[in-house]
C-alpha cells in the first residue's frame, strides 16, 4: 500500500465542494481565494491522470491549467486577480457540471427500479430472509493512507469472498452494494446489503459482526464496520414503524415494504444527512453499484 502524507480523498472532497460551492453555494470571494491558496498545489502535485475524476474536479483542472500555465504549482500564490480568473473561467462549466449531475440521479432511480423487483421476488419465493446491513468504512485517523485504489482492491476481496461463500457469507441469497465518497470527512465507504436465507440463519447481529470482522481482515485493520443490526440501533426504527432488517417474514406487509425501503436506500443518490457522497475520483470502468443472486 502506498502510504501517503496527504489526506487524498479529503483534498479530493475539498475541491470538489469548493467548484459547487462557487457555481451553486454561497461561498463568498475571500474564501474562494482562501481555499485556492490552500487547496491548489497540494492537490496537483498528487494528480493522477491515470484515474477518471468527478466533473466538478475536471473543471477545476481545466481552469487553473488556462491561468497558470507552465508554472511550478508551489510558485502559485492565488491573488485577487487569478481568483477572478477562476470563478469567471468556471461559469462556463455550470451547464455540463449539472447535466452530469441530473445523469447520476437518473442512474440512481435506474439502479432502484432494477433492486426492487428483485428483492421483492426474493421475498416472495421465502418465508422468512435475514436481511443484513453494514457499512464498511476505514478508522478515521488511518483514512489518509487509503487511495481509491486500495478501496477498489478491498471492494474485490470482499466481493470474491461474498461468491465463494466464504465463512459468514454461507446461505447468502442475494446482496447489494455502493460506493461512496464522505464529504466532510472526505472517507470512502460501501453501504452492503445482505440477505440470508432465514431458515438456515437468524442471528442478524452476529452476522453482521462477522461481516465486519472479515472486512478488517481484508483492510489489514485499517477498516472499520458500522453495524445496523444491533438491537439499539433495530429499537430506534421500530420505534417509528420503519424496522425493515433483521428477519423479515413474507406474511407481514409492513416489514416487507419497510425491508424494500432498507434496501433502496443503497440507490439514494442524496442521503439523509443532505451530504453529496457521490465517488469524485474512479479507476477506469469502476462500477459503483452492484447487486446480484449469489445462489
Avoid at 95 to 117: F, M, V
Avoid at 264 to 270: I, N
Wanted: glycine residues 6%; charged residues 25%; neutral net charge.
Amino acid at each position: 500500500m502506498f502510504y501517503s502524507p496527504v489526506n487524498q480523498s479529503q483534498l479530493i472532497s475539498n475541491v470538489d465542494r469548493l467548484v459547487r460551492d462557487i457555481l451553486f453555494g454561497t461561498i463568498n470571494f475571500q474564501q474562494v481565494k482562501s481555499q485556492l491558496n490552500e487547496f491548489y498545489y497540494s492537490f496537483m502535485i498528487s494528480l493522477d491522470y491515470e484515474l477518471n475524476y468527478s466533473k466538478p474536479i475536471q473543471a477545476f483542472i481545466e481552469c487553473t491549467n488556462k491561468i497558470i500555465g507552465n508554472d511550478y504549482s508551489y510558485n502559485v500564490f492565488w491573488d485577487n486577480e487569478k481568483t477572478v480568473q477562476f470563478i469567471n473561467l468556471l461559469s462556463n462549466y455550470e451547464k455540463l457540471i449539472k447535466k452530469d449531475y441530473s445523469a447520476w440521479h437518473y442512474q440512481s432511480h435506474q439502479n432502484g427500479k432494477r433492486l426492487e423487483p428483485n428483492i421483492r421476488t426474493l421475498i416472495s419465493d421465502h418465508p422468512r430472509l435475514l436481511f443484513i446491513r453494514v457499512d464498511l468504512k476505514y478508522i478515521q485517523e488511518l483514512s489518509h493512507h487509503i487511495t481509491i485504489r486500495d478501496f477498489d482492491f478491498h471492494m474485490k476481496k470482499l466481493r470474491d469472498a461474498i461468491h465463494n461463500g466464504d465463512t459468514c457469507f454461507k446461505h447468502l441469497l442475494s446482496q447489494a452494494w455502493s460506493l461512496e465518497h464522505g464529504e466532510d470527512n472526505g472517507g470512502f465507504h460501501c453501504h452492503l446489503l445482505l440477505i440470508f436465507d432465514g431458515e438456515k440463519h437468524y442471528k442478524d447481529s452476529y452476522l453482521a459482526d462477522q461481516v465486519g470482522q472479515k472486512w478488517r481482515a481484508i483492510t489489514e485493520d485499517l477498516g472499520y464496520c458500522f453495524i445496523l443490526n444491533t438491537k439499539e440501533y433495530k429499537d430506534g426504527l421500530a420505534r417509528y414503524g420503519k424496522l425493515g432488517i433483521g428477519m423479515i417474514h413474507r406474511n407481514n406487509l409492513q416489514e416487507v415494504e419497510n425491508a424494500v425501503n432498507a434496501a433502496l436506500y443503497l440507490t439514494k443518490p442524496d442521503k439523509r444527512d443532505g451530504s453529496y457522497q457521490r465517488l469524485k475520483v474512479f479507476l477506469p470502468n469502476m462500477n459503483t453499484f452492484g447487486q446480484s443472486m449469489v445462489i
